[in-house]
Nanobody
Framework: QVSLVESGGGLVQAGDSLRLSCAASGRTFSSGVMGWYRQAPGKEREFVAQKSWSGGVTSYADSVKGRFTISRDNAKNTVYLQMNSLKPEDTAIYYC??????????WGQGTQVTVST
């Protein structure tokens, strides 16, 4: 049974930082990508960032470039999202995703991030 467990969310003020973690268990990921998505109230889930397990290819949504950094620890099967200079519009439930097209697609349960003005 594969499980992705997010942690690190919380309530912060604008300009603060948070680091989200996503720990994967049940299998070892050596290919594919792991990433972060978010869903704000009344909006669709949107892509935030992703990183490949091999090769380190990274991509970000334009709205978070320069503020968020995704990193991984292959030994711990864990992906992190360092979020700096947080804005109220970053408020959302953040979901971890692990996927490889045609092979697997797993989601975590989400962690709430709330940024106050």
């Amino acid at each position: 049974q594969v499980s992705l467990v997010e942690s690190g969310g919380g309530l912060v003020q604008a300009g603060d930082s948070l680091r989200l973690s996503c720990a994967a268990s049940g299998r070892t990921f050596s290919s594919g990508v792991m990433g972060w998505y978010r869903q704000a109230p009344g909006k669709e889930r949107e892509f935030v960032a992703q990183k490949s397990w091999s090769g380190g290819v990274t991509s970000y949504a334009d709205s978070v470039k320069g503020r968020f950094t995704i990193s991984r620890d292959n030994a711990k099967n864990t992906v992190y999202l360092q979020m700096n200079s947080l804005k109220p519009e970053d408020t959302a439930i953040y979901y971890c995703n692990a996927r490889q097209p045609l092979m697997y697609n797993y989601w975590g349960q989400g962690t709430q991030v709330t940024v106050s003005t």
